[in-house]
Antibody
């Protein structure tokens, strides 16, 4: 059974940093692209970025480019989202998703709140 | 990376069919087969319903179907059921290894 479990969310001040983790199981992790998607309270889904299977290629939404970095540790079956220079508008639930034939599996999400 | 355009809301009675549109450009929806649809119930994670325009993942009822014409993709739900009431999002590949979502459509089953 495929499982994705996000962690690392919480309250952070504007300008601060936070690193989210997504632990995967139930599939060959290193063979799959992984994506991060966020959803501000009461708003729609917004794609954040993605990373390929061996971690050699990443891409990002313009809104986070230069501030967020996606990485992965394949032996640990974990993908990360490093978020720097956080702004109030980054407040959202952050989901990781397995990117194979669509975003085929999603975690339960972790809430990030940027506020002073 | 402008969001794809979806109607804010649609509604239908049980047993009826509804169609949700998703309009983009030739740089996203019109340019690739990688259009997918997601269902999200309140407080839950999204669930993949359609990928590659019209393919259904295992376990998704065949009441859900997808299509595309030009720059507009569509999700059709036939034989509406109460449990179909949810938010629906389209998503498209945009080139340069990026994705974009639509703004979401709230489906109400009357």
């Amino acid at each position: 059974e495929v499982q994705l479990v996000e962690s690392g969310g919480g309250l952070v001040q504007p300008g601060g940093s936070l690193r989210l983790s997504c632990a995967a199981s139930g599939f060959t992790f290193s063979s799959n692209w992984m994506d991060w998607v966020r959803q501000a309270p009461g708003k729609g889904l917004v794609w954040v970025g993605r990373i390929n299977g061996d971690g050699s290629s990443t891409s990002y939404a313009d809104s986070v480019k230069g501030r967020f970095t996606i990485s992965r540790d394949n032996p640990r079956n974990t993908v990360y989202l490093q978020m720097n220079s956080l702004r109030a508008e980054d407040t959202a639930v952050y989901y990781c998703a397995r990117d194979y034939d669509g975003l085929s599996y999603w975690g339960q999400g972790t809430l990030v709140t940027v506020s002073s | 990376q402008s969001a794809l355009t979806q109607p804010r809301s649609v509604s239908g009675s049980p047993g009826q069919s509804v169609t949700i549109s998703c309009t983009g450009t030739s740089s996203d929806v019109g340019g690739y087969i990688y259009v997918s649809w997601y269902q999200q119930h309140p407080g839950k994670a999204p669930k993949l319903m359609i990928y590659d325009v019209s393919k259904r993942p295992s376990g998704v009822p065949d009441r859900f179907s997808g299509s595309k014409s030009g720059n507009t993709a569509s999700l059709t739900i036939s034989g509406l059921q109460a449990e179909d009431e949810a938010d629906y999002y389209c998503c498209s590949y945009t080139g340069y290894s990026t994705l974009v979502f639509g703004g979401g459509t709230k489906l109400t089953v009357l």
